[in-house]
């Protein structure tokens, strides 16, 4: 799975990693190459061109960190997209609900939705120590129900007797209740498929699930579909409601368009993905892996994170020189600001430090808080360069002009020049020789 695409965008971005400069339209061009491969291997076209939109936008606005090469920040970004796009987070079944928890499995005949719900029960009886049972609502093929019980009687995992003629919504029901006179933990129903979507069957899916109350509705599909794959979840989605998808089928050669635009499409997230036939054949789906197999460019990924992690420490050390100095302009101050609402704002920092956290109704109080820093931030950005090196130069025109591009007024401009103020003295104090004592006094 993946090999072409990965052999496509490998070629792509190496092209770009060993650059010194790059223009706006190298970007371009490159992220019109990587749109190309990504629809190559059958991604949806909506995915995908949502997918370069926010990669451009994200090169545009990018730091440029000194340590890297800008190329190597472009494989970071689309590394970044490809795990946005594959959902962030593994995210795995959830059992948390009242006994017996019912798992109701949906798809297409043949996408593997009877070896999945045997892997599934067999996984979770051995690794959860759940007591689980199967049934098998699929009435228009004697076969499926036999198929299971067969995988029942190989995994040791209970199945649901067939009583011949009862309706796929009356076995749903019948198992649920066998389920709680068995003490069973879980119940899997294995619905019907067709060989493709039909109303009939989003019907006897709705009436189903009306029936059996499932905490997981898992749709089970094919990774070797193509495009076909994205409207079958969608349609699934819309009419049943998923709460997750399977993708079967991850162990063949497809070129894995289905596995990365389901989950962009419905949202839902890819809980687990079928290897191979073997009923060990299962496993948890993992965005980031996935997406460094797609890139296998992990070294570059990691090196520009090292970094970004290293220019924090890097703006840190120089506002503490400039601290030492005294000189704390504007510039320092929107710095400031800017770095404690990427830090969640007052209330993110005062929640990391022990015991502040009375402090911010206090704070809030006394008419400090995250508004009045958005505030602040926005009047500094209406500044020219000079304004903010030199804030002493600002007098009543200048304000004026500033109140107007800001949405502020000059009581709001003279507040924030006179925190500015209390802010650099206080600086100076703890950057000189008596403040020197009182940060030794601090830390010892
Ligand atoms: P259903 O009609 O949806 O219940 O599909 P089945 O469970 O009967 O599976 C159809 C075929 O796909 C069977 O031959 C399975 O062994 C095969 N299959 C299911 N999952 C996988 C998988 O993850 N990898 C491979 N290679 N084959 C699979």
Do not use: W
């Amino acid at each position: 799975m993946f090999e072409s695409l990965q052999d496509r965008l490998g070629s792509i971005l190496n092209g770009l990693t060993g650059r010194g400069a790059l223009s706006e339209a190298d970007v371009s061009a490159a992220l019109r190459e990587v749109r190309r491969a990504l629809l190559e291997a059958d991604v949806a076209l909506e995915v995908v061109r949502s997918f370069t939109d926010k990669v451009r936008e994200k090169a545009v606005g990018a730091e440029i960190l000194k340590s890297i090469k800008p190329g190597q920040m472009v494989v970071k970004l689309v590394h970044d997209e490809l795990v946005a796009m594959l959902g962030s987070e593994g995210v795995p079944i959830d059992l948390n609900a009242a006994a017996p928890v019912v798992i109701m499995m949906v798809g297409l005949q043949g996408s593997g939705k009877t070896t999945t719900t045997g892997k599934i029960a067999l996984r979770m009886k051995t690794r959860d120590k759940k007591k689980v049972l199967m049934a098998s609502l699929d009435t228009r093929r004697p076969a499926a129900q036999e198929q299971l019980r067969q995988l029942g009687a190989q995994t040791g995992v209970d199945t649901l007797p067939v009583i011949a003629g009862q309706s796929p919504t009356d076995i749903a029901a019948r198992a649920v209740q066998a389920a709680k006179l068995g003490g069973h933990d879980i119940v899997i129903l294995d619905t019907a498929g067709r060989t493709h979507i039909d109303e009939p069957l989003m019907i006897e899916m709705a009436e189903i699930k009306r029936r059996s109350n499932p905490h997981e509705i898992l749709l089970v599909a094919d990774a070797l579909t193509g495009q076909d794959a994205v409207n079958l979840a969608r349609n699934f989605d819309e009419r049943v409601g998923i709460t997750g998808l399977v993708l079967t089928r991850m162990d063949g050669d497809g070129r894995g368009g289905a596995a990365l635009s389901m989950r962009a499409v419905t949202g839902k997230p890819i809980k687990l993905i079928g290897v191979g036939e073997k009923m060990s054949e299962l496993e948890e789906f993992h965005p980031r892996r996935v997406a460094d197999r797609i890139l296998g460019m992990g070294d570059i990924v990691s090196l520009v994170e090292k970094a970004a992690e290293n220019i924090d420490a890097e703006k840190a050390a120089a506002m503490a020189a400039k601290m030492k100095t005294g000189k704390f302009d504007l510039n320092d101050l929107a710095d400031q600001l800017g770095q404690m609402q990427k830090m969640g704002g007052m209330g993110g920092i005062m929640g990391m430090m022990p015991g502040m956290s009375g402090m911010k109704d206090k704070m809030a109080a006394a008419g400090l808080d995250d508004r009045l820093f958005g505030r602040q931030l926005a009047i500094i950005s209406s500044m020219t360069k000079a304004e903010r090196a030199n804030p002493d130069i600002l007098k009543h025109s200048r304000k004026k002009r500033i109140a107007a591009g800001s949405g502020t007024d000059a009581a709001d401009i003279n507040k924030l020049l006179k925190m500015h103020r209390q802010m650099a003295d206080m600086m100076k104090m703890m950057g000189g020789k008596k403040g020197g004592g009182m940060m030794k006094q601090m830390m010892g």
